[in-house]
């Protein structure tokens, strides 16, 4: 068995591997309840001891590269040492074995999927040096076949943009993505001019060090809505021609796409037709890096199933009163089985209601403290996907594309300002309870889909246990099966 590792950055996040078997996986902020917490908790270790005890550990950096980045960024402390942190959690008796940050995201990335050959893309802000880097993947061999390095970093800009609009950078890009649609790209040309000194994707050589954000850009009189709006065509631009340069240098049918930038499922849905096959692992930030550390390691396929492989919350369901309380126009939430490994709420651990209410944007957005122009998921029987959304692709388990809601005005409460939805394509797998859900919902209402959304409070992670399940609906009036 190995343990794999991310942490002493954000996200942090480990995996028990056992052969090709992924027998646990999960993320440190659901135990610890800080958001994208760097390190990771005694109480996460002891539930992954219960699955066994690690032989290896992997760990998805390499700290003297990092620490050479550090050192050129100034970045304090310089030197960060992972012997410090395994030590803290009693396991300083295990071989370590220490893998490249990108190399763990491409690892992840195609040993996940079930492709035998693959051209693959990572996109993050920064790992140790790299900031971008292809791959080619064959049977058991990845080959890195070009990248960029730091400072030169898309990532970087995207996230130097979401502080610039006021948001929180490594955490809120995905607000940017959504703010995007209320604007105009009419600044592409501007921000080119002052973030870019050369622009032929994939290569490209930035102005500035965006590491620390860029509040000198002068374009505080501009609306944030088209700075998003632009932000996000740059994104586009960038990937889209990064992947047909792909197409032409890699001989391969099958695409995979990883780093946190493979979050954009705006720009997903762009590409999505250039390769015949894609495959984005649920988790591809930074926090998918302790599956990829092993898999790094091994060079061997996993037997990637499903990504409920956190926390398990063992209870009885009575599926008739859930859809009973759904019918009656309540919004309710799941905690049953094991919780999602990635950012998404995928029916584990949601918040749920009818989408076609008038009002449910609303109301939900209430709850959850957010923003109100941010719209909601819809999570839809597969079989039914097509019938009500022009799908980029067949299906969308994770929630990795976004599709032109064919009837907007029926269901307002997933659509956003410019008729899309992050479409979540449901399939009956054994162990998941929410395709039960949504099937006898369909039974009696005729609407295939469900609002869903994660069961969580905005900058809080998503509820782990019952305990915790059980004080998010005294609190806030949800009521939680």
């Known amino acids: 068995m190995i343990l794999g590792i991310n942490s002493q950055n954000h996200d942090a996040s480990a995996a028990a591997i056992d052969g090709g078997d992924i027998l646990w996986a999960a993320h440190s902020e659901r135990y610890s309840r800080i958001k994208n917490d760097s390190y990771l908790s005694m109480a996460m270790i002891n539930e992954m001891l219960s699955y066994g005890t690690p032989d290896i550990i992997a760990i998805s950096d390499k700290p003297i590269l990092k620490s050479l980045r550090r ?27 220490y893998i490249r940050h990108h190399e763990c995201h491409a690892a992840a990335g195609f040993y996940t999927s079930k492709f035998d050959n693959a051209a693959i893309l990572v996109i993050d802000s920064i790992g140790e040096l790299d900031t971008i880097s292809i791959w080619e993947g064959k049977g058991d061999q990845l080959k890195f076949i070009w990248g960029l390095k730091y400072p030169n970093s898309i990532g970087l800009f995207y996230s130097a943009i979401t502080d610039y609009v006021g948001l929180k950078p490594n955490e809120e890009e995905y607000i940017l993505m959504g703010m995007a649609a209320f604007g105009k790209p009419i600044l592409v040309d501007k921000m080119k001019k002052d973030f870019f000194l050369e622009w032929d994707p994939p290569h490209f050589v930035s102005k500035n060090n965006l590491h620390r954000g860029c509040k000198w850009w ?12 632009s932000a996000q065509a740059i994104i586009e631009e960038y990937i889209k021609g990064a992947i047909w340069w792909m197409r032409t240098a890699i001989r391969s049918n099958n695409l995979v796409i990883m780093g946190g930038v493979a979050l954009n499922c705006v720009a997903n849905s762009l590409i999505s037709n250039i390769f015949d096959n894609i495959h ?40 008739n009163t859930v859809v009973d309380h759904l019918i009656k126009g309540e919004i309710i939430g799941i905690a049953n089985g ?38 909601f998921a819809p999570a839809i029987l597969s079989e039914h996907a097509s019938d009500y959304f022009d799908m980029p692709v067949k299906h969308s388990p994770y929630m990795q594309f976004v599709s032109k809601c064919k009837y907007p005005d029926l269901f307002p409460g997933i659509c956003h300002i410019d008729n899309t939805s992050r479409v979540q394509t449901v ?4 162990e998941s309870i929410f395709r039960k859900i949504l099937e006898l919902w369909y039974e009696k209402t005729g609407c295939p889909m469900l609002l869903n959304t994660s069961l969580n409070i905005k ?23």
Do not use: H
């Open 459 to 481: 900058g809080q992670p998503l509820v782990n246990t019952w305990e915790q399940a059980v004080v998010f609906e005294n609190i806030n009036g949800v009521k939680v099966f």
């Open 280 to 319: 984005i692992m649920p988790n591809p930030g930074d926090a998918g890096n302790c599956i990829g550390a092993v898999a790094a390691l091994t060079r061997k396929k996993l037997n990637w199933k499903e990504p409920y492989l956190g926390t398990n919350i063992q209870r009885d369901i009575n599926i």
């Open 71 to 97: 050192l050129y960024s100034g970045e304090r402390p310089i030197w960060i040492n992972p012997k410090d942190e395994i030590s803290r959690l009693g396991l300083n008796k295990k071989r370590i074995e």
């Open 218 to 229: 002068d374009c505080q009189n501009e609306n944030k809505f088209d700075i998003a709006a």
């Open 338 to 375: 094991r919780a999602e490994f990635g950012p998404r709420a995928l029916g584990n651990r949601s918040l749920i209601c009818d989408p076609r209410g008038s009002n449910i944007k609303d109301k939900m957005n209430l709850i959850k403290r957010r923003e109100p122009f941010r719209p």
């Open 427 to 430: 399939d009956n797998l054994e």
